[in-house]
């Protein structure tokens, strides 16, 4: 299996993509540290990564936008299985306001998590993961084409992949590979529940929606040994939704 002996950290792993993830690795053989806000959903996704073959998992009460809960899951992670392999930076949050309503607060929750975050946990992994590591940013096609009333996410994703690529730059020295994906239209409740599609201002081809599987197959690939040579990649995984004319 790809990833005996290794040990993965999916944040936001207790549900959608992010579940799927964590169930992917843990079917490979990975050790999985579900990291999530909700305390009773990471359980309950340990629960289910073990079902799914991981030979071992735990669930870290983690606000990716607080430095001091990363750290801490970091060293959990280090305390209980000695190392850390992989960790894909899932964790997200939309609001959904045109600009002129938008506050500093609302950019400030949203980039918390969907950039810092990030940037928190690929600190952490520098400073404590070994050469054969892989980092992947779960970014979105937003990051390249959005619509209305989504700005600091999309701003916070667009600014995610510039982040990919100056970790790529300083983890190719140490031996780590960083990379991005960017997920399309995704079968989980933050596409069903985005006010601009039940409005119908989003239109949604039943053909572009992915499931969270398709995705965390992906995410799989950049993190194992046959993407040994991506290195500051962002792969679309949209159903070829953006290649429309």
């Known amino acids: 299996m790809r990833f005996s002996n290794r040990v993965a950290i999916v944040t936001g792993g207790a549900s959608g993509i992010g579940l799927a993830t964590a169930k992917q690795f843990g079917a490979e053989g990975a050790r999985v540290v579900v990291a999530d806000i909700d305390e ?4 309950a996704a340990v629960a289910a990564v073990t079902s799914a073959g991981a030979p071992d998992g735990w669930g870290s009460v983690c606000d990716v936008g607080d ?50 975050g990030a940037f928190f946990f690929t600190q952490q992994a520098f400073l ?23 700005a600091p996410y999309a701003a916070a994703k667009a600014a995610l992949l ?26 989980t409740p933050m596409l069903w529940n985005n006010p601009n599609v039940k409005s119908g201002e989003e239109k949604i081809d039943p053909k572009d929606v992915g499931t969270p599987d398709a995705i965390a197959q992906a995410i799989a690939f950049l993190a194992a040994d046959e993407a040994s040579f991506v290195q500051g990649a962002a792969l679309r995984v949209d159903g070829g939704r953006l290649a429309h004319i």
Request: glycine fraction near 8%; aromatic fraction near 2%; charged fraction near 20%.
């Open 162 to 187: 510039s982040l990919t690529r100056s970790a790529a730059l300083e983890g190719k020295a140490k031996g780590i590979r960083v990379n991005a994906i960017l997920p399309g239209a995704v079968d």
């Open 67 to 116: 430095e001091t809960q990363v750290a801490a899951t970091v060293k959990g992670t280090l305390k209980r299985f000695g190392r850390i392999d992989i960790v894909v930076n899932n964790a997200g949050l939309m609001v959904f306001k045109p600009l002129v309503e938008l506050s500093r607060d609302d950019w400030q929750r949203i980039l918390n998590v969907d950039l810092l």
């Open 40 to 43: 009773q959903q990471a359980l």
């Open 128 to 150: 404590h993961m070994q050469p054969g590591g892989a980092i992947v940013n779960v970014s979105s096609i937003h990051a390249v084409e959005t619509e209305t009333h989504v």
